[in-house]
């Protein structure tokens, strides 16, 4: 190997080993604080503008930490935090329960959430997170479902996930359960968006379906562990949900549903909305119809959702690579592009990126584990179409 090469990649094993150190004291500064009862997401946003990071917010005084128009009670609880040594202790507690801490900082963080008016700073994750780089589409609807909306989600859900769409849902009794339940069936992945601490399964008769989604695909909250579900929660919750997905499915809400707060927040995001129709005599599908009328796109088949993410070529296995390359982030792009169909070595991809070594062999592994390149012998790589 190159005698520069080796220096570079010392260095930048020194640089990384500091930037994780650097990583786990903001971390754990950022989890205790969240912690706060009356510490949201807002003030963790201007808390960090101010100061510059979670640490600094330890190591304020009173007169900084009331200069923030932070409520009495809540500066106090701050000033009681203990020592950051101890709260990074604290936060290998919470690693080894299998949850991982993502911050809107990390590559890591889901990049449609980004995008988001008032984006959640911290996500608690059981599962697979990069489980958000797939095409996501959620499926919400009425907690008191009838046999009818909780079969046209059950459907929809397990066919849309047997042509590489992750579905998103809250986990909720009625609509929510069974959109996971059809994914589950269809053997695809799901994502559920949690109105409580990950440690707080809610309803408390989804445990095993809680258990099954961790295992096979992700659970994802904004609330800091033991928070309990409350009322409040939900509709942040249904921001995050909307936020996850490029569409929004509606199977079954009555006219004042929470699923409808859902789609508004999809269409203040950008996001599609459909909607399942109903019987017209139906309290359970008033909302869903209403939505039909307002323009949300009436669906009664997977196949009018996916003709709306899909290009129309005449073999679907094209559709799916074009789709996949439509949902490659900038770097993942950048990299693309220097990949061809004849092999390309690592060493050339870091010269024309100009990326650091651990950022541009993380985006490659990401790249191969979605199918779009190759690794061969040789650490070289080449572009599968």
């Known amino acids: 190997m190159h005698i520069t090469l080796m220096y570079a990649i010392y260095y930048h094993k020194i640089y990384v ?13 950022l989890t205790a604080l969240h912690g706060i009862r009356g510490l949201g997401n807002r003030s963790l946003w201007k808390l960090k503008s101010l100061m510059g990071d979670f640490c600094s917010v330890l190591n304020a005084d009173r007169k900084q930490l009331m200069s923030v128009n932070l409520p009495d009670e809540v500066v106090q609880a701050i000033m009681d935090l203990p020592k950051l040594d101890v709260l990074e202790e604290q936060l290998d507690k919470i690693t080894r329960q299998g949850i991982r801490i993502i911050t809107f900082d990390e590559e890591d963080y889901p990049y449609l959430l980004r995008d988001i008016s008032n984006p959640p700073y911290i996500l608690y994750v059981r599962g697979n997170i990069n489980l958000t780089g797939h095409l996501c589409l959620a499926i919400v609807g009425s907690r008191i479902a009838t046999a009818y909306g909780k079969m046209a989600a059950h459907k929809f859900a397990r066919e849309l996930v047997q042509n590489d769409v992750a579905i998103v849902s809250g986990m909720a009794r009625g609509i929510d359960t069974e959109a996971h339940l059809g994914a589950l069936e269809g053997q695809g992945p799901t994502i559920a968006v949690l109105g409580s601490g990950l440690d707080i399964i809610y309803p408390p ?17 904004e609330f800091p562990l033991g928070m309990a579900p409350e009322p409040g929660n939900f509709p942040s919750r249904n921001r995050i949900i909307s936020g996850l997905s490029r569409g929004v499915i509606v199977a079954e809400a009555m006219e004042k549903s929470g699923a409808l707060i859902t789609a508004d927040f999809a269409l203040e995001q950008g996001r599609d909305v459909f909607a399942i129709p109903g019987p017209i005599n139906s309290k359970t599908s008033a909302g869903t119809n209403n939505l039909i009328k307002q323009g949300a796109k009436l669906i009664t088949c997977v196949e009018d959702v996916l003709e709306e993410y899909y290009f129309h070529n005449n073999e679907k296995s094209n559709d799916k690579e074009q789709l996949r390359l439509l949902l490659l982030d900038k770097n993942e792009e950048i990299i693309v592009e220097c990949i061809e169909s004849q092999p390309v070595h690592f060493d050339e991809i870091l010269a024309v990126t100009g990326f650091e070594i651990g950022t541009l062999s993380t985006i490659l592994l990401k790249l191969e584990f979605e199918g779009i390149i190759k690794s061969l012998p040789g650490n070289s790589y080449v572009k599968i179409f």
Request: charged share 20%.
């Open 17 to 29: 080993n500091l930037g994780s150190i650097l990583m786990n004291q903001e971390k754990a500064a």
């Open 205 to 221: 008769e989804n445990r095993r379906l809680f258990q099954e989604i961790c295992a096979s695909g992700s659970v994802i909250s």
